[in-house]
């Protein structure tokens, strides 16, 4: 499996979203994550559509949007048409998860399904054959800069397990705590796609991003 760092913008020095962009791309960056919250699935509130269509002219950089919403089935197509090429979303946050699936596939992009810390793993096994990415929260979603819940990667071991088994390459991303630090836990337990916010938008942000692939490559 190729693995990947994504990092969070959450982070992002917004004012210049763009440059700070190319910058983690050329630094080798394989994705950016795009967190979406509502202000009602989590207490907080990031960003949308204007932002996701914006900094699509400016990047060909795989969009890994993160949906932090109530019923994503209704916002779907629109981040679809707004240039994301992987869309995730809670299964707490759906009431029809098979529904949001067939949704996102129905618009041509890579399906990725999430929980939260206090989720069991067992919630999502009915959909693992029909997505391509789990999502394993490593904090609580919302805010950036949290401390790793370290017993959270007991899932991704989990999860990792079942793929072998059945000979699935399936991509397990965890979100939230990964810094240097941290990384090389998660890489042990089976992850392969990296979501960095805090460890990456600060000091010398290309400096960063190489430390981090370098201690996933
Ligand atoms: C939290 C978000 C994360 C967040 C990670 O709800 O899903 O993507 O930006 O931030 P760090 O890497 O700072 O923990
Ligand atoms: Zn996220």
Redesign the pocket.
Known sequence: MKNILAP?I??ADFSILGEQINTVQQAGAGWL?I?VMDGAF?PNLSLGLPVVSSIRKRTDIFFDV?L?IEEPIRYIRDFAMAGADGITFHVEAASHPAKTIEEIRRCGKRVGISLKPATPLEVIFPYLDRVDLVLVMT?E??????AIKTETLEKVKELRRRAQVTGRELDIEV????KRETIGDALAAGANVF?????VFKDDIAANVKELCGLIS
Not at 141 to 146: C, E, H, L, M, R
Not at 195 to 199: E, F, I, M, N, P
């Open positions: 969070s959450l982070a994550h967190d989590v993160h932090m904090v979603p919302g805010f950036g800069a949290q979100d939230g705590g990964i979501v960095a916010g805090s460890a």
